[in-house]
């Protein structure tokens, strides 16, 4: 009789979509399920909506054969999370605060939980199987609705002493410029992200600018998608907002880059999936601003794993315990 096969249980739970599955030890997904995050909105439905994930989970867990066996669960979480403490510090977009996943999954299905942030399993799977194989130090931007970056440095993920690295979507870009979501003003992503192009696109023609797109939309009903339709059909508008994202997004890579010094950057997300349009331009932007002498020698590149790097990455949390980066004390709880 042969041995059981370890599986690893990965669960992305984004603002919008959760994404479910198991995955092997080299990082294939065996089986997933997708689904709708939040069946309703508010701090006050927070149990509900985990319910509901655990229900979507034994669904995925029941598809395991018999020689199959449920070695970890890995969670990432848009959002802050101390992860000594397995719990969810602050995840805005779901209305959650200090949620304690860990402990909530692992009572149900009783084997080792490990929580981390999304961006930061996106990076980790990444490393381990994508763009990043075989190197020690990178930088995974995930570019969605909001952006994000997970920091492996010398093979171990960097989360900061309060586990907030990598927020380089709040790095500050303009002087006084537009609110952000977290409170202050000026912030990277509200200028480059996919809603950032989309706000901006409305904002635009809402002050009497021109553009073909509404000659068959209503405003009303754009999606961040329609702008890039538009820019590829030639509409001027649309690709002034994304070149002007693109402008946002190299600025703040190229003060990563010299900051930190990476092997590779490595350019994931939704948005990482508009190659001609948004990725190729940036990576020739930030080649174009980064201290010279590294021109020649920083990758920056798309991702490999598609949406599923953060479900792959998040799946072998557990695992990889070891190389979970420093272990920050700092309390954020709140
Ligand atoms: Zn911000």
Redesign the pocket.
């Known amino acids: 009789m042969s041995l059981a096969e370890e599986t690893y249980l990965g669960i992305d739970i984004g603002g919008t979509k959760t994404n479910i599955g198991l995955v092997d030890a080299k990082g294939t997904v065996l089986t997933q399920k997708k689904t709708a995050t939040s069946i309703k909105s508010g701090p006050q439905w927070a149990e509900e909506n985990i319910q509901s994930i655990i229900e979507d989970t034994k669904e995925v867990v029941a598809t395991l054969s018999d020689n199959q066996q449920i070695r970890s669960i890995g969670i990432g979480v848009p959002g802050t999370v101390n992860w000594d403490l397995g719990k969810v510090v602050f995840a805005p977009n779901l209305h959650w605060r200090n949620i304690p996943i860990r402990d909530i999954f692992a009572s149900v299905f009783g084997v080792p939980v490990f929580v981390g942030q999304d961006t930061q399993a996106a990076a980790w799977g990444e490393f381990l199987y994508g763009a990043g194989q075989g190197l020690q130090d990178i930088a995974c931007i995930t570019i969605g609705t909001g952006i994000g970056c997970g920091l492996v440095i010398s093979g171990h993920l960097y989360r900061g002493h309060f586990g907030t690295a990598g927020?380089i979507?709040?790095t500050v870009v303009e002087k006084e410029g537009l609110p952000?979501?977290?409170?202050?003003?000026g912030?990277?992503?509200?200028y480059a992200s996919g809603t950032a192009i989309l706000n901006r696109f409305k904002v635009a023609v809402e002050a009497g600018q021109k553009t073909s797109i509404l000659e068959h939309r209503q405003l009303d009903e754009l999606t961040t998608f329609d702008i890039f339709a538009g820019a590829e059909a030639h509409d001027l508008l649309a690709q002034e907002i994304i070149g002007s994202a693109v402008e946002y997004l190299s600025m703040a890579l190229t003060n990563l880059i010299n900051l930190f010094g990476p092997e590779a950057v490595i350019l994931s997300g939704g948005i990482g999936e508009q190659r001609a349009l948004y990725v190729e331009p940036l990576i020739q932007r930030t080649y174009a601003r980064i201290y010279s002498i590294l021109v020649d020698k920083i990758k920056i590149t798309p991702a490999k794993l598609g949406a599923n790097a953060p479900l792959i990455g998040a799946a072998m949390l557990f695992r990889d315990a070891p190389h979970q980066g420093n272990k920050g004390k700092g309390d954020l709880s709140c």
């Open positions: 927020e979507g709040h952000c979501n977290c409170g202050r003003n912030c990277m992503e509200v």
